[in-house]
């Protein structure tokens, strides 16, 4: 196939030739900088596009060549590969399944110090330097990355300079018909160039139709105080509710309040804005549990200290029927609200949560 451009002014015609990769690895960098020439909306309805794509992401069995993110929270799984590779063929498939299989159940936390350790920033960091701030919300985001996580909604692509027969029978086969939970798809990536003009040309091989949508709790429900208590007085007893709004009031005045959009439970989360940071304290949900986020302590002046993380661990255990095991530092432990509806436990639990506030300002 001859492919011929021209400047528009110009009455010729110049011939544009074949710009092969050099190795795959120029492949890899070339998706790195621009993520969304991946249109994943090709392969999964109502994918949005992707916005950031991390190198050599580790696991236990190797290294994926891109692990890439959308700020919808769909995670795409990429392998890279030329067509003089033999493992094109058969090879690759496989291995790309199996960077499936052990991303599959992963927590969040893991997979955000992963890209920690690979970046340098948070997974919610860098997604949200990648958008604008009416496409962003951090909360949704970590929810659709942790239920893909949980289910291995994954969208697995291999990227080809050129591809095969072999290749694309693979991925007719992985199309046509089973239930599984990931999408499998192929993309060949040509490239042309001429003395100043380079030129890629993406094509997908995958499903003839697209048929299945992954449901995403951004797409389900925002809640609001109305419909957080209405859900919580349906399903919770009296007491409960009369702490939770003591909760949110005390929110109310020392914080900016994020409503969740889960699909079955609703929550909010009081956040503390200080020097362009966001501060998330916990988050309070209408299945009668307050989380704390310990893990998301850690990354942010002062309770990134192990030892300040430690101090709110140890206050808030003196607090009758919290009993917070002590190697949660970095997670996100729950505590039950009807304990804090029990005698003035709700007082010191709030005292607490005053001083976390007041550490943070000054720190």
């Known amino acids: 196939m001859k492919i011929l451009m021209r400047n528009k002014p110009d009455k010729n015609w110049n011939l544009v030739e074949t710009a092969a990769y050099a190795k795959e690895a120029e492949l890899q960098h070339l998706l790195a900088e621009s993520p969304s020439l991946i249109s994943i909306s090709d392969v999964r309805e109502n994918a949005s596009p992707l916005v950031l794509a991390v190198r050599e992401f580790s696991l236990p069995i190797g290294f994926i060549d891109l692990l890439a993110f959308s700020a919808g929270g769909d995670i795409a799984i990429i392998e890279c590969k030329l067509a003089s590779n033999q493992e094109v063929k058969r090879k690759v498939i496989g291995q790309v399944l199996e960077y499936g299989a052990n991303l599959w159940q992963m927590s969040y936390e893991d997979l955000d110090l992963g890209v920690r350790l690979r970046m340098g920033e948070s997974l919610a960091e860098l997604v949200e330097k990648s958008v604008s701030s009416e496409e962003w919300d ?7 990355v942790e239920e893909a996580l949980a289910n291995g909604n994954f969208i697995l692509i291999i990227v080809v300079d050129e591809i095969n027969e072999a290749l694309t029978r693979i991925v007719r086969y992985m199309n046509i018909g089973g239930n599984q939970s990931f999408d499998f798809a192929a993309l060949e990536m040509r490239r042309y160039q001429n003395e100043n003009s380079e030129m890629l040309i993406p094509r997908f091989f995958g499903p003839s139709h697209i048929t ?15 419909t957080f208590f209405a ?32 699909k079955q439970s609703g929550a909010f989360v009081p956040i503390v804005y200080y020097q362009n940071k966001k501060h ?10 307050l989380e704390l986020y310990f893990y ?12 300040k993380r ?16 002590m190697d949660a530092e970095n997670k996100r432990p729950s505590i039950r609200l009807e304990d804090l509806a029990k005698g003035n436990n709700l007082d010191r639990f709030l005292v607490i949560f005053d001083w976390v506030v007041s550490e943070i300002k000054e720190s």
């Open 138 to 144: 951090e909360e949704n985001f970590r929810s659709n």
């Open 212 to 226: 299945k949508t992954i449901t995403k709790s951004k797409q389900i429900r925002q809640w609001d105080e109305l």
């Open 231 to 262: 859900e919580l007085q349906n399903s919770q007893k009296e007491e409960v509710v009369l702490v939770t709004k003591k909760l949110l009031e005390w929110s109310k005045r020392n914080t900016s309040i994020y409503w969740g959009k889960g």
């Open 280 to 289: 998330q304290l916990f988050a309070v949900w209408t299945t009668g549990t």
């Open 296 to 307: 998301w302590y850690s990354f942010k002046k002062p309770f990134d200290q192990l030892e």
């Open 310 to 325: 430690i101090e709110i661990l140890f206050k808030l255990n003196q607090v009758d029927g919290i009993n917070i095991p």
